[in-house]
């Protein structure tokens, strides 16, 4: 059964850049045909996906967040981390790391709570 945890700041500021690290036990991120999700949930909002990043290193990016979101990995650590430049108070949000097989999410983080405040 995998695990996965997410871990960063709480509290960062306006036009910084948003750094977080899901670490990954139980099962390799280089596993074939599993991608690894950013999810993120804005108070009183639902779930938006922000992008992944995929078995064989290829990333994937909301369309809205793209020009802002970069995704990447440390296979030495089985850990992938998700960078949001430039952020506002909109970017406060609850952030996921999850596991993603075809359409379905089936192993996530417990959630880290990010709030972009001065």
């Known amino acids: 059964q995998e695990q996965l945890q997410e871990s960063g700041p709480g509290l960062v500021k306006p036009s910084q850049t948003l750094s977080l690290t899901c670490t990954v036990s139980?099962?390799?991120?280089?596993?074939?045909?599993?991608?690894w999700s950013w999810i993120r949930q804005p108070p009183g909002k639902g779930l938006e996906w922000m992008g992944a990043?995929?078995?064989?290193?290829?990333?994937i990016y909301s369309p809205s967040l793209k020009s802002r979101t970069s995704i990447s990995r440390d296979t030495s650590k089985n850990q992938f981390t998700l960078q949001l430049s430039s952020v506002s108070p909109e970017d406060t949000a609850v952030y996921y790391c999850?596991?993603?097989?075809?359409?379905?999410?089936?192993?996530w983080g417990q959630g880290t709570q990010v709030t972009v405040s001065s």
């Open positions: 999850a596991r993603q097989y075809t359409s379905n999410f089936d192993a």
């Open positions: 990043i995929g078995y064989s290193g290829s990333t």
């Open positions: 139980g099962g390799s991120i280089t596993t074939n045909y599993y991608y």
